[in-house]
């Protein structure tokens, strides 16, 4: 899973409107494309994911959304 850069409320707003445009043009490439599997998918990765900061910031926001993308 590719990383992005993160550092503001203003940066997540376009990250996610990104990840939206990604889904719309690019749903083959997504593993999860309805809202439950996605929420599954994120639940999974957090699960999973043994090395989160105990204080999460921008950048790990955007990461557990775009977790949902990808995981399974």
Known sequence: MNFVKVNNKEELISFLYNLKLDLINNEE?????TLS???DAINAWLQDEESLPTEPGWELI???LLSGKYYE
Not at 29 to 33: L, S, T
Request: hydrophobic share 55%.
């Open 29 to 33: 490439q997504w593993e999860n494309v």
């Open 37 to 39: 599997d996605y929420l």
């Open 62 to 64: 955007a990461a557990i």
